[in-house]
């Protein structure tokens, strides 16, 4: 089955850019979505279709996705930014939708 | 605007079933699936299958098939998941999510918690 690997912490200072890597086999070639959790809420999308914002969703939220890595990047990080982030994928081999491990993003 | 509430908090023996609750308002419930995803404590999110209130088609991860059943009810706008015989293991947050698309998920209800425990 596909298998989407992230990083499981990144540390940020705030006002920095955080950048948030999902690594999969040929990646680039799939539609790459992410979602933020923040403790005890349920996930959020933050980014669709490799890059594109839902409404509400502010501009420091981008991704980029090609080869066998996709990127989410976080710029001018804010405390309220630290959350648990999470790739997403539809695998049409399996039929399924396919989570990455997570990153858990301190502010610090 | 577009809500999925799902039903409350569950305590439950091992051997026991269970069905929760996820309903939908705001938008067309027959023209999006609606998902399921587990949570387990502390850990990541895991798909657990999908159902298309439409026509209720299903789909299920294979290594939840036969363990939970999805269904809808698209007269009361509410799609279900259930277990015939809950084990310690099932303990976790249960959330909905509409799938757009059949890509992604840009709505979610706010999680249903199940505690299994003799």
């Known amino acids: 089955s596909y298998v989407l690997t992230q990083p499981p912490s990144v540390s940020v200072a705030p006002g920095q850019t955080a950048r948030i890597t999902c690594g999969g086999n040929n990646i680039g070639t799939k539609s790459v979505h992410w979602y933020q959790q923040k403790p005890g809420q349920a996930p959020v999308l933050v980014v669709y279709?490799?890059?594109d914002r839902p409404s509400g969703i502010p501009e420091r939220f981008s991704g980029s996705n090609s080869g066998s890595t996709a990127t989410l990047t976080i710029s001018r990080v804010e405390v309220g930014d630290e959350a648990d982030y999470y790739c997403q994928v539809w695998d049409s081999s399996g039929d399924h939708y396919v989570f990455g491990t997570g990153t858990k993003v301190t502010v610090l | 605007e577009v809500q999925l509430v799902q039903s409350g908090a569950e305590v439950k023996k091992p051997g026991e079933s269970l069905k929760i609750s996820c309903k939908g308002s705001?938008?067309?419930?027959?023209?999006?699936?609606i998902g399921w995803v587990r949570q387990m404590p502390g850990k990541g999110l895991e798909w657990m299958g999908i159902?298309?209130?439409?026509?209720?088609?299903?789909r299920y991860r294979p290594s939840f098939q036969g363990q939970v059943t999805i269904s809808a009810d698209k007269s009361i706008r509410t799609a279900y998941l259930q277990w015939s015989s809950l084990k310690a293991s099932d303990t976790a947050t249960y959330y909905c999510a509409r799938s757009v698309a059949g890509e992604y998920f840009d709505n979610w209800g706010q999680g249903t918690l199940v505690t299994v425990s003799s």
């Open positions: 705001g938008y067309s419930f027959t023209n999006y699936s």
């Open positions: 279709d490799d890059s």
């Open positions: 159902i298309y209130p439409g026509d209720s088609d299903t």
